[in-house]
């Protein structure tokens, strides 16, 4: 809340001065009743003088307390709207791998309503102020008014702070599992809804329905808790006020019967007694209080999530892309998925990286590029680590190609444009027909500028356009992290043509289960739980039955042959130049099912 407070101080600050404006005006006005109440009982002149103060504290006091909605509403929604911001800024700017530990609906959850409530919280605090003069000065106005009044009053006073204090602790409590509860159901409704077509063929869609609706019942129990603690507050307030109001009256009334109070007096008695016991004023102030620290609690790890720090080094203008990896080593949740990782890929050259299932490939993927900072040891493109590197800098000569690519933008041709800078149509096309996905998009009804929604696209179509948008610039270092995997053997050969012909200028980094792919790369990077086990020409690590095993062939050669495979080991792995011209020596083509050249 300091953070909320500290960005627009005026404006809480103007809702705190109208709030205590507003109930000054209110504590003057009983008094200034009591002395009209008692010239006019007087007879004589008309008091105008007095009549035309009560209009004025009443004026005053509506115009303030419209002021403080006014005011109060429009602070609430510039801070939601600040909050929605930085709560989105921090979670783009976060290494991907964290911000995806919190789940869709969960995050659904926190960036609306639950933004929404903490933003509250600073109106909320400066409208306690305000609601507790009120209380306060009604208690000082009648002990300065009668003193036996006051006393009667006062013996109430405990039950009235024990009903806030109880109120505004269970408000707390019940506010924070709501919340919760209600991002649990929202994460289980956005899961079902990514995977529905896997709901559909399971068949277990009344299943997920009880999964989804499955919390309601403990929402609906939270709910109904919130309710009762409203309801307590409502029902002993609305048994104590109307008593400790009947109290001051007949004490009033005693004290007027004696002649100590005027009838003016009592009028005054008897509203300041109607402030005091109004405590409807504070316990929503201390509701909106409750529900913003709690808003602000369940914020915190979104906020707290640790932002890469960049510096704002270039990189050499002529640089060839030679990425190099030192001693790397990735540990998440005390888990090690890369270890020793050592590895130069000369500039414009082809590295696949294989391996079975969980090796690690898209950890190796996203250090490469900054995705994600290695926990050990460093990366850096053309001799400079990436850390140093500007981000938009880094962002331009880095490129990425995923398996299942977002496609951020609203037409195609803007999904495939999407970066650093806007790429001119031309290049756009160039990109598309290089990534097979010119002659669809083409077909699409408005072609490059058919809005994406419009155009269902197959997985491989997605794919191709993700491709397309990695090719779009000319990144000295591409990474293609599993981007072909959904495409058919011949489109693949078209990529994979494009991929060649930027040979000797632009370094790409394959991460592929496809032998193919493999067998079409400069070197291959063979990763086994997180470390390297060996680095080579596919020729020469298919002798190893091992490797064969990881494209699931099984082995062609007596197990006695597996000596060549390379054994772990930290030593640097430079992936071998391009091959001479002319057919690479190894494995017979005829056995890539998948057409390795
Ligand atoms: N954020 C994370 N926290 C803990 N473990 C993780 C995290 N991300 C990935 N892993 C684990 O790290 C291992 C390597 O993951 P990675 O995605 O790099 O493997 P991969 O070789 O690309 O697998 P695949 O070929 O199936 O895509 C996996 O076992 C995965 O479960």
């Known amino acids: 809340m300091p953070v909320l407070l500290r960005r627009r101080p005026w404006s809480v600050a103007a809702v705190a001065v109208c709030g205590v404006g507003a109930a000054l005006a209110a504590l003057a006005l009983p008094a200034v009743l009591g002395v009209t109440v008692d010239r006019l009982l007087a007879g004589g002149p008309v008091p105008w003088r007095w009549l035309a103060l009560c209009a004025l504290l009443t004026a005053a006091e509506v115009a303030l307390d419209a002021a403080v909605v006014w005011c109060g509403g429009v602070n609430s929604a510039v801070l939601t709207s600040w909050l929605r911001r930085r709560a989105v800024d921090r979670l783009l700017s976060a290494e991907p791998h964290r911000a995806q530990a919190f789940s869709r609906g969960d995050?659904?959850?926190?960036?609306?309503?639950?933004?929404?409530?903490a933003a509250g919280a600073p109106v909320a605090a400066a409208g306690v102020a305000s609601a507790v003069l009120l209380p306060v000065g009604g208690l000082v106005g009648i002990v300065l008014t009668d003193h036996w009044t006051a006393l009667a009053l006062l013996a109430g006073v405990p039950?009235?702070?024990?009903?806030?204090?109880?109120?505004?602790?269970?408000?707390?409590?019940?506010?924070?599992?709501?919340?919760?509860?209600?991002?649990s159901v929202a994460t289980r409704l956005a899961e079902a809804v990514a995977g529905a077509a896997t709901v559909r063929a399971a068949g277990t869609?009344?299943?997920?329905?009880?999964?989804?609706?499955?919390?309601?019942?403990e929402l609906g129990a939270h709910g109904r808790r919130t309710w009762r603690v409203y309801g307590r507050a409502v029902g002993l307030s609305s048994v104590l006020l109307p008593l400790l109001t009947a109290l001051v009256l007949a004490v009033g009334g005693l004290r007027l019967a004696a002649g100590a109070v005027t009838v003016g007096e009592l009028v005054t008695i008897g509203r300041y007694a109607a402030l005091v016991v109004g405590i409807g004023a504070v316990t929503g102030a201390l509701g909106g209080l409750a529900r913003g620290r709690a808003a602000g609690e369940r914020l915190r790890p979104l906020f707290a999530l640790p932002v890469p720090t960049h510096r704002d080094a270039a990189l050499p203008p002529d640089g060839p892309g030679t990425l190099v990896l030192r001693d790397v080593g990735v540990v998440r949740d005390g888990r090690r998925l890369l270890r020793d990782v050592n590895l130069t890929v000369p500039g414009g050259t082809c590295l696949a990286v294989v391996g079975r299932s969980g090796s690690g490939k898209s950890t190796l993927?996203?250090?490469?590029?900054?995705?994600?900072?290695?926990?050990?040891?460093?990366v850096a493109l053309d001799g400079v680590p990436l850390p140093d590197v500007a981000p938009h800098v880094l962002r331009r000569e880095v490129g990425y190609a995923f398996a299942r690519p977002a496609l951020p933008g609203d037409t195609v041709g803007d999904a495939?444009?999407?970066?650093?800078?806007?790429?001119?149509?031309?290049?756009?096309?160039?990109?598309?027909g290089d990534a097979a996905a010119d002659g669809?998009?083409?077909?699409?009804?408005?072609?490059?500028?058919?809005?994406?929604?419009?155009?269902?696209?197959?997985?491989?179509?997605?794919?191709?356009?993700?491709?397309?948008?990695?090719?779009?610039?000319?990144?000295?270092?591409?990474v293609l992290d599993d981007a072909t995997s959904a495409l058919d053997t011949a489109t693949e050969r078209r990529v994979w043509e494009a991929l060649d012909r930027m040979a000797g200028h632009r370094t790409r980094l394959v991460v592929a289960h496809r032998l193919s792919t493999a067998a079409r790369a400069d070197c291959v990077a063979w990763l086994e739980d997180g470390?390297?086990?060996?680095?080579?020409?596919?020729?020469?690590?298919?002798?190893?039955?091992?490797?064969?095993?990881?494209?699931?062939?099984?082995?062609?050669?007596?197990?006695?042959?597996?000596?060549?495979?390379?054994?772990?080991?930290?030593?640097?792995?430079?992936?071998?130049?391009?091959?001479?011209?002319?057919?690479?020596?190894?494995?017979?083509?005829?056995?890539?099912?998948?057409g390795a050249r």
């Not at 702070?161 to 991002?183: E, M, N, P």
């Not at 869609?205 to 019942?217: D, G, K, V, W």
């Not at 408005?446 to 269902?456: E, K, M, S």
Request: glycine residues 6%; charged residues 25%; positive net charge.
């Open 365 to 378: 993927a996203a250090v490469a590029g900054r995705l994600a900072d290695p926990d050990e040891g460093t």
């Open 159 to 183: 039950a009235l702070v024990l009903l806030l204090r109880v109120f505004t602790r269970d408000t707390a409590a019940a506010t924070r599992d709501y919340q919760r509860v209600q991002a």
């Open 440 to 478: 669809f998009v083409r077909l699409l009804p408005h072609g490059y500028r058919t809005p994406v929604a419009d155009a269902p696209m197959s997985g491989g179509e997605r794919q191709r356009l993700g491709l397309a948008r990695a090719f779009v610039r000319s990144h000295r270092l591409l």
């Open 416 to 432: 495939i444009a999407f970066g650093v800078d806007r790429p001119p149509p031309e290049a756009v096309r160039a990109a598309a």
């Open 531 to 594: 470390g390297l086990r060996a680095v080579g020409r596919h020729e020469e690590l298919w002798r190893d039955p091992a490797y064969r095993e990881v494209f699931q062939t099984p082995p062609t050669a007596p197990p006695s042959t597996a000596a060549s495979a390379s054994p772990p080991d930290r030593a640097d792995h430079t992936a071998a130049p391009p091959p001479p011209a002319g057919e690479p020596e190894g494995p017979p083509p005829a056995k890539d099912r998948e």
């Open 205 to 217: 869609a009344r299943r997920e329905h009880r999964r989804i609706t499955e919390p309601l019942t």
């Open 107 to 117: 995050l659904t959850t926190r960036l609306t309503t639950t933004t929404g409530d």
